[in-house]
């Protein structure tokens, strides 16, 4: 397994794990009615982890790849990540109230 395997690997096990760990531990303070607001944010921070995992997988790439050299793919995995960042910033930017 190469070095970049290894980064995306732990990256993901991470993620999973955070954001498993904090929405278990969200889901079980929300249910017994223990410190709502405790429970809430760890069901945000447990929903914000499992969705910006991706997103710190590509931006490892993008580093790796460039490490190796490996332009092409630089190039590729920058273009997925712009595109992460623009559908997140339009979905931030759409989503407002007005």
Do not use: D, K
Request: charge should be positive.
């Amino acid at each position: 397994m190469n070095r970049l395997e290894r980064s995306i690997g732990s990256v993901l096990r991470a993620g999973v794990v955070i954001s498993s760990g904090c929405l278990g531990l969200g889901l079980v303070l929300s249910l017994v009615h223990v410190a709502p607001q405790t429970a809430g944010f760890l069901l945000q921070a447990g929903l914000l982890t499992l969705i910006a995992t991706p997103a710190a997988r590509v931006a490892i790439s993008i580093v790796e790849y460039t490490a190796t050299q490996e332009w092409p793919f630089v190039i590729l995995t920058t273009i997925v990540f712009l595109e992460l960042l623009a559908s997140a910033g339009a979905a931030l930017f759409f989503n407002r109230r007005l």
